[in-house]
Every structure is written in structure tokens, then in C-alpha cells.
């Protein structure tokens, strides 16, 4: 500070204020002071905060395992050469990679290496009075004389005084000295929080950091996809699929319970442009807290999830669920119930598998698509037109032989690998393919039994959702956005004001300010303390109050809409 | 679900072309403006420079100094607040950008065919949300043309504290070319809002992210102009001729720094409100925060980059030139974040019909 009160007289110009802000203080002694230097030093954190931007990017350009695992396989699967070497080079999982990690990690030590001195710094300073009054104030960024006029019973002290209550009061920290001089001047400074708030935003960011770290080993996350009518329990078997956090245990899981009653779909129907796009998914619930809990009628909805047992539950995504009901060969019923179709396009075309391993003495297999608006084109082709069910059809292969499922391997539900099967309907065989129409049935040739399409549900895939540290990661985050504003838009400013009776009997007061930083809005600081003390002291304020080095030239170049006199430099 | 009111999305569209025309009438104004004005400068050069060199004399050598330092870096440590700049560095204005007394009839024209040009297209936008009864912000189309909205408007603003006439030629023609690419490459005829943008937080984290690119525009204006200012000034200080007097009527490259650099920074804590609102709905739509989704790291891109800026400005070397680069970076990276990411990229972030 002493440094800086003796540099900026002497030589405005080589002292630019950035000087105080970049570079930190480095309190560290050793051999690796070197070392820490350089990652402390705002160039090594400047570089690595780009090398981060730069980092982050190709995991946007490549399909990431935490959000598209199938996208993944599917990417190796189609590059057998190049993709390997990608995936040691970890571009599929970036952002847990061992080279993001150690970017975000030595750029989080440089902002600690950074942050610690500069707090040491800023206690310091917020612990000590203003420095020292310059011997010229007149040499100070902006400067401004009053005149007390003989007469009016104030004497440089109690203007010096006076000076320092109109300081406080415009909640400057504030330092009388010099009173047994015949020149006592008081000096002031403001503008700590901006230095607070960019040491709580580095903070805060670090604090984010953490939060996250730790939702990662608390939280979990499953998915499962409920048709109306099913209820799923809050157990690890209710879900399809889980992901629990580092530290998950059963005992986390309340065991709620969730009952799809409805859900209820609203198509675009006015515009022809929009014509059956989805504007409303509305799904109906009866939620139970516990086992012998009373139920409970709620509404899920996209952007409106439900919270329940420590979790949120919420409406992702949704399709047809056709209900079937298929006789095996010896005439029982094999299966009965819904069959989840995943749609793949907006007029939900939906592919369909069903497998029947209970049909006897064959076991049977159908493949095909579900269409909720069946309409045939010139060529005879039949595609779906609308994702309302106005023409609903299951247009199926069927297949029969040894679907494998009892083999213990664990095999995808909504996909039938039929190497070993054999085909016993399908458009290019004698028997043709299968197509129903609701409430129809279809015989199986060669005595395997039948089909029959009773009828359609909805199903609704729900996320379901833990993650107790969110919370905090948005309490760092809001933190570091206060400090943030505070550190940018708050100036740091030092004031000082010396007074002095004249021979004449009047009282001389002039006073200079000093910014710390980049500060546009100096000039008018310093136009409003001159207001001020000259309304302090009755005198009315001169046409030209302002000077500049001995300078009375005047202009009217306001700066930001402030009002005031005048000043060039 | 309110009414589509298809006839009043078509008056929409109407009021959109007329507003590109006055749009297009105001470019050429501007324009105009950039090559008659510069060229009375160079006349009132020569008269302005003798009496200059008077009022230097009798004001001191201080002065003098002060005013060869406006073009160096250095300016700042000086007078943070500002001076009229005579041209002796080769620019007309200063940190203040105020361009004297000589009247610009033509700029005065242009800024108001702007003016005109922005009510028309306010009133477009206006159209478009009561056609679709909300926000006019649920697709490109819509992003595109209130973003442009938005521009303009920040625009005009800062034009009422600062004579930032100069960018006009800038400032309009990107406007022109958002609202060209709006409805040639992104047109969509006016529609409901899907189920995963009904949600106020659309309001909220939208406007925003409009807001706080509007003002990343600007700077990304400004920072072209810096950069092409320094180097002019650069030659200049070597003594070379003056090979674009064009851009005498352009600050010098240090007041656009700092102009830019002091919109920035509302832009960027705009743009860190924007991440955060948007991480908030992310947990409400999707059920995490942050997910890495392509929307998602493209935004994490532009903060860094634009927080790097903020930190180059005050660290040695950095300031000036490099930091105007990162401001374009920064801007090209929202660029592209609207654009390719939108269009070629898969994601969470879905916009109707585009």
C-alpha cells in the first residue's frame, strides 16, 4: 500500500492499476517456490482455464457414455480401428478422464494458490487505516477544492472533521490525522466487498467443485417404465435400470410406492404446420409413502416432477403398450397382457418384440411395429400417419424354436435375435405377415396357437432421482454469483481531504481520489463528495468546482449520465 | 392451451420483412455516414490541428502528454474518466466518444430509420408471442428473431449514454443477417410450445441467455473494430500513411477496450445467471443439474472463455489485442452454440420444428 501511495504521484503513468490485481503476493518459501509460483501466477491460470474451454469440447463432439452408452457401443461397433484408440484416449468419457480431471484439479490449486495469499492480503488491509495523505492531492486522478469563507466559525479542524462524517456517511472507512499540524487531512477508502466478492466467487467455485464431488457419492439415479395399471415400489428389483453413487446403500431406498393410473396425451390439433405434435403429456398417479401408507392422487408432468421419499420422480418419456393375448399350440393362453413398444418417430412408429417362452410345445417370437394410425400409400405400403391411436395395427413376423432365454444369459427385452428361430409368418413367406387390427386375432400356422389384439395402453418412462447434495452445489452457486457482481462492479477507492485556515480567515479544503482498479465512475464519485461538502458547509457550489492540475478549462462531458460540473482532466 | 391465432402470425411475418427493409435502408445510412464523415474529418483536420496546437501551448505540456497517451495502453492510469480527443492520434474521439460539434445529418437519419426499423420489428415479435399466446422464444425462428430484437434494442440504449454511431454499419448489418438467416434457414410457421419447454423457467433462463448475447454481439462489434484500430494505430505510430481514414471516426482501440470490457462484464454475469437458471430447470426437467449435454458443455465453453477475457484484462501481457481475440472467440462460440450445436448436434435441448 505504501508502495503504491509513493509510485502513483511520482509517475501515473507507470503504475497502471492493473498491477495490484494480477499478481498475488507469494507468501511460500522453499525449494518448489519456483514451481508454485508459476502455477500460481495468473498466466498459468489463465492458460489453464482456456486449455479447460478447449478441454470440454470434444465431449460434445463425441458421444459420451454418462448420457448415450448405447450411442457409444454403437460408435465402436462402426469404427473398429480408430475407435479403441479414442476410447483409450478416454473421448468417450471426458469429462471423468484422467487429462480433464487434472486440468480442472491444477487449475483449482492455482486458484487456491491464488485465493489464500490474496485473503491474507485483503485482511491485512481491511485491518489498517487508510494510508497516509499524499503531500500533493492535487496530483490525484480526480481532485476538488472547497472554500469555507471567513466568518463562518470553522476552523480547519472541525472542517477536517466534518469532511470525515460526510466520508462515513457515504460509508467510507475513515482515518482523521495530522490534527495537531496546522494542515489535518483525514483519509478514507471504500470499496472492500469488491475484494471480498472476488475472493467468495474463487471460493465458491471451489465449493461447487465439492458439492458436486460429493452428489456423485451419495446420490443415485434409475430409471422404469410403467404401463397404466402398473405400480412400481421404491426397491431395487422396481427398477429397470440403476445407478447408485459411490457410497449407496439398500437401506437409502424408502420403499414408496407409485401407481400409474393414467396418462393422458394431447395432440396438436389447430395448426396444420404443428399438426399432431405432442403439446401435453399429463400422467396420473397414486403414490403411497410406505407400505400401509394412505394413497395419494398426484399429477406428473414434463417440467413438473413428483417428490417423494427423499426422491423426485420424473415423466421422461412415453409410448403404446399394446395388449395381446396369444394361445400356444395346445390351445392355453401363454400370455396376456401389455407389450411395451418404444415409438421412434412423431407419428410413433413403434418397433415391437414379443416373446412368449411359455407357449407349448414351441416356444414363440413375434417381430414388428406398432402403429397407432395405420394408412396404406399408392405403392401398398403401410406406415403410421398420426400418433393418436385412430387406426390402431400390430403388424407382425412370427417365429417359433428356442428363444434362448432360459440359457441364463441376460438378454435385451426389446430386441430378438432370431439366428436360431424359425420364421413361421412374414411378408415374404407363403403363410404372409400378420396384421391386426384392434380386437382381431390372427391363427398361427401349423397348429402354433394364435394372436389376438385386445386393446392399448400408455406406458410412461419415469427417472427416478436422488441427489442430496444439489442443494449445496446451488448454495456455492449462488454465492459465487453474488461475489461475482460484488467483485465487478463495486470499485475500491481512496479519498483523502486536507484542510488548512487561510491568513484571509478562510478555510481552505481540497480533496483527491484515488482508484484502485479500473473505476469509470471516479468523476462522478468525486462530483458527489464535492456536492456533499458543500452542502455540509452552506457554501454554494461554484459553476466549476472541479479541477484538474491547476486547470480550469471546462467542458460538459459528463460521463454516464451523472450530473455534474465539469471537469477535464 | 391458448389459441394459435394464425392470421396475426402471418401479420408477424409481414412486419418482420418490412422491418428487414427499414433495416437494410438504415445499413446503407450507416454506411454513408462511415464515408462522408470521415471525410469532412479529414478536411476539419488541418484547421482543428492549428487551433489544437494553440490551446496546447497555452495549456501546458501535461496536457500534451496526457493526450499522446490516450492511444497507448497506458491511458487508464491516467483519467479514467475522459477527454475530448483532438485528432492529432489519428481518431476523433475518445474514451468519452464524443465527436465534437460537427453535426453527422446523415447518422442522425440513419439512427432513426433504426429506431423506426426496431419498433417495427418490437412490434413483430410483439405479433409473434400473442399469435402463439407465449413467450415469443420456443425455436430458432423465434430465438433468432427476438435475439435480433434484443440486439437493437441494447444497441440503442448504450446509444443514449455513449455516440456509438460508428458500430451502426455493424451493429445493423448482423442485425440483417440474423433476421435473413431466421427465415430462410429457420422458419417455422407459428405453433405451440412442446411439453418440455412449458415451464416458466423458459421465461426466465431464455430471456436471459437473449439479453446477455445481445450485449456479447455488441462487444464482439467492438472487439473487431479494436482490433482492426490498433493495428492502424500502430502503423500510424511508425509513421506510416494513414491507409483506412475510415476509421478516424472509430475510438481508439484502448476506449473500445474499455467499453466493451465494462459491457462484458454484465453480459457475463447475464451469461452465469443464464448457466445457473438454466441447471435449475435441468433439475426440474430432467432431474439432474448438469448433465454435460451438448447445450450444456457449449455454455460451459462460452463462460470460460468469456471469464478468461475478464481475467486477460488483468494480467500482463494479455490486455488489449489478445483480449479482443477472446471476446470473438468467445462470441464465435455462441455462434456456434446456436447454430451447429442446434442443428447437427443431438441433445436434450429440443427446439420445435427447429
Known amino acids: ?569 | 392451451m391458448p389459441q394459435i391465432n394464425e392470421g396475426l402470425g402471418l401479420l408477424s411475418e409481414q412486419f418482420m420483412l418490412l422491418a428487414g427493409f427499414a433495416y437494410m435502408v438504415a445499413f446503407c445510412a450507416f454506411a454513408w455516414d462511415l464515408v462522408t464523415f470521415s471525410k469532412t474529418v479529414k478536411k476539419g483536420i488541418a484547421t482543428e490541428e492549428s487551433a489544437n496546437a494553440a490551446e496546447l501551448v497555452s495549456a501546458g505540456a501535461s496536457r500534451t502528454k496526457a493526450q499522446d497517451l490516450g492511444a497507448g495502453p497506458l491511458d487508464r492510469g491516467i483519467r479514467p474518466s475522459s477527454k475530448t480527443h483532438a485528432g492529432s492520434d489519428g481518431v476523433t474521439a475518445g474514451d468519452s466518444m464524443r465527436y465534437g460539434k460537427a453535426k453527422r445529418v446523415v447518422a442522425r437519419v440513419a439512427v432513426a430509420l433504426t429506431i423506426l426499423a426496431a419498433a417495427v420489428h418490437g412490434l413483430a415479435v410483439v405479433f409473434r408471442g400473442m399469435a402463439a399466446g407465449r413467450v415469443p422464444w420456443g425455436n430458432m425462428y423465434e430465438f433468432c428473431t427476438t435475439g435480433s430484437f434484443a440486439v437493437i434494442v441494447v444497441f440503442l440504449i448504450v446509444l443514449t449514454r455513449r455516440d456509438l454511431r460508428f458500430l451502426g454499419t455493424f451493429v445493423v448489418g448482423l442485425v440483417l443477417v440474423m433476421l435473413t438467416a431466421a427465415s430462410v434457414s429457420f422458419w417455422t410457421p407459428v405453433g405451440h410450445l412442446v411439453p418440455a419447454l412449458q415451464s416458466y423457467w423458459l421465461v426466465i433462463h431464455v430471456s436471459i441467455a437473449v439479453i446477455s448475447s445481445a450485449m456479447f454481439t455488441l462487444t464482439f462489434a467492438m472487439s473487431v473494430l479494436q482490433l482492426f484500430q490498433a493495428k492502424r494505430e500502430a502503423s500510424i505510430a511508425a509513421g506510416k500513411k494513414d491507409r483506412a481514414p475510415v476509421m478516424r471516426l472509430v475510438p481508439n482501440a484502448l476506449s473500445l477496450e474499455n467499453l466493451s470490457y465494462r459491457i462484458n462484464g454484465i453480459a457475463f454475469v447475464g451469461w452465469t445467471v443464464t448457466v445457473m437458471f438454466g441447471s435449475i430447470w435441468a433439475e426440474k426437467a430432467w432431474g439432474r443439474f448438469w448433465g454435460w449435454d451438448t447445450k450444456e458443455v457449449w455454455s460451459f465453453v462460452i463462460w470460460v472463455v468469456y471469464a478468461g477475457y475478464l481475467h486477460a484484462r488483468a494480467t500482463r501481457g494479455w490486455s488489449g489485442t489478445r483480449a479482443a481475440w477472446l471476446s470473438i472467440v468467445g462470441y464465435l462460440c455462441i455462434i456456434f452454440n446456436f447454430t451447429i450445436v442446434n442443428v447437427y448436434f443431438s441433445g436434450l435441448h429440443s427446439y420445435a420444428g427447429l
Request: with cysteine.
Open chain 1, 1 to 569: 500500500m505504501k508502495e503504491n501511495l509513493v509510485k502513483k504521484p511520482k509517475s501515473a503513468e507507470a503504475a497502471p492499476a492493473k498491477a495490484d490485481v494480477a499478481l498475488p503476493q507469494l507468501g511460500f518459501f522453499g525449494m518448489i517456490r519456483w514451481a508454485w509460483r508459476q502455477l500460481t501466477s495468473m498466466r498459468t491460470a489463465l492458460f489453464l482455464l482456456l486449455l479447460l474451454a478447449v478441454a470440454a469440447v470434444p465431449g460434445s463432439l463425441f458421444p459420451q457414455r454418462s448420457s448415450a452408452a448405447a450411442e457409444v457401443t454403437q460408435y465402436l461397433k462402426d469404427n473398429p480401428v480408430s475407435g479403441p484408440i479414442m476410447d483409450w484416449f478416454k473421448l468417450f468419457d471426458v469429462y471423468s478422464s484422467p487429462w480433464f480431471s487434472a486440468i480442472y484439479l491444477l487449475l483449482f490449486t492455482s486458484l487456491i494458490g491464488c485465493v489464500i495469499p490474496r485473503a491474507k492480503i485483503h485482511y491485512k488491509a481491511l485491518r489498517s487505516a487508510p494510508p497516509r495523505t499524499p503531500k500533493r492531492l492535487s496530483r490525484l486522478a480526480e481532485y476538488g477544492t472547497v472554500q469555507i469563507p471567513a466568518g463562518s466559525g470553522m476552523d480547519a479542524k472541525a472542517a477536517v472533521a466534518d469532511a470525515a462524517a460526510v466520508l462515513k456517511s457515504r460509508g467510507y472507512r475513515v482515518d482523521v490525522r495530522d490534527l495537531d499540524t496546522d494542515r489535518p487531512s483525514v483519509g478514507a477508502e471504500i470499496g472492500f466487498f469488491k475484494e471480498i466478492g472476488n475472493l467468495v466467487f474463487h471460493t465458491s467455485m471451489i465449493g461447487v467443485l465439492a458439492a458436486v464431488a460429493v452428489s456423485g457419492l451419495f446420490g443415485y439415479s434409475g430409471q422404469r417404465v410403467l404401463i397404466e395399471g402398473e405400480t412400481f415400489v421404491n426397491t431395487l428389483p422396481g427398477y429397470d435400470t440403476f445407478t447408485p453413487g459411490t457410497n449407496f446403500g439398500d437401506g437409502q431406498l424408502s420403499p414408496y410406492s407409485v401407481q400409474l393410473d393414467k396418462l393422458a396425451v394431447t395432440y396438436d390439433r389447430e395448426t396444420k404446420a404443428h399438426y399432431g405434435q405432442p403439446i401435453d403429456f399429463t400422467a396420473t398417479l397414486t403414490t403411497k409413502d410406505g407400505p400401509g401408507a394412505a394413497p395419494k392422487k398426484q399429477i406428473l408432468k414434463v417440467n413438473d416432477p413428483v417428490a417423494i421419499g427423499g426422491t423426485n420422480v420424473y415423466l421422461v418419456g412415453n409410448g403404446y403398450a399394446p395388449v395381446v393375448t396369444i394361445k400356444d399350440g395346445k390351445g392355453n393362453v401363454a400370455f396376456q397382457g401389455p407389450v411395451i413398444s418404444i415409438p421412434t418417430d412423431g407419428a410413433y412408429t413403434s418397433p415391437i418384440v414379443i416373446k412368449v417362452p411359455d407357449a407349448k410345445p414351441n416356444q414363440l417370437a413375434f417381430v414388428g411395429l406398432f402403429l397407432p394410425t395405420a394408412v396404406v400409400n399408392e405403392e401398398g405400403v403401410t406406415f403410421g400417419s398420426d400418433p393418436d391411436p385412430l387406426n390402431p395395427q400390430l403388424i407382425l413376423d412370427a417365429y417359433t424354436g428356442d428363444l434362448g432365454l432360459d440359457s441364463g444369459i441376460p438378454r435385451n427385452v426389446y430386441t430378438l435375435d432370431t439366428s436360431k428361430l424359425t420364421q413361421i409368418n412374414g411378408r415374404k413367406l407363403e403363410a404372409g405377415g400378420i396384421t391386426l387390427r384392434a380386437y382381431e386375432s390372427f391363427t398361427l400356422p401349423g397348429g402354433n396357437g394364435s394372436i389376438s389384439f385386445d386393446g392399448i395402453k400408455r406406458f410412461a418412462a419415469l427417472d427416478i432421482r436422488h441427489d442430496p447434495a444439489q442443494v449445496y452445489v446451488l448454495v456455492f452457486a449462488v454465492l459465487a454469483l453474488a461475489g461475482l457482481i460484488a467483485s465487478l462492479f463495486l470499485n475500491r477507492r481512496r479519498v483523502w481531504v486536507r484542510t488548512g485556515n487561510h491568513p484571509d480567515g478562510r478555510t481552505m479544503v481540497e480533496f483527491g481520489l484515488l482508484a484502485r482498479g479500473e473505476d469509470h465512475r471516479l468523476a462522478g464519485e468525486s462530483a458527489a463528495i464535492s456536492k456533499a461538502l458543500h452542502a455540509k458547509w452552506m457554501v454554494s457550489e461554484p459553476e466549476t468546482v472541479h479541477h484538474g492540475v491547476g486547470e480550469s478549462h471546462t467542458n460538459s462531458d459528463a460521463d454516464s449520465g451523472v450530473i455534474m460540473a465539469s471537469k477535464d482532466q
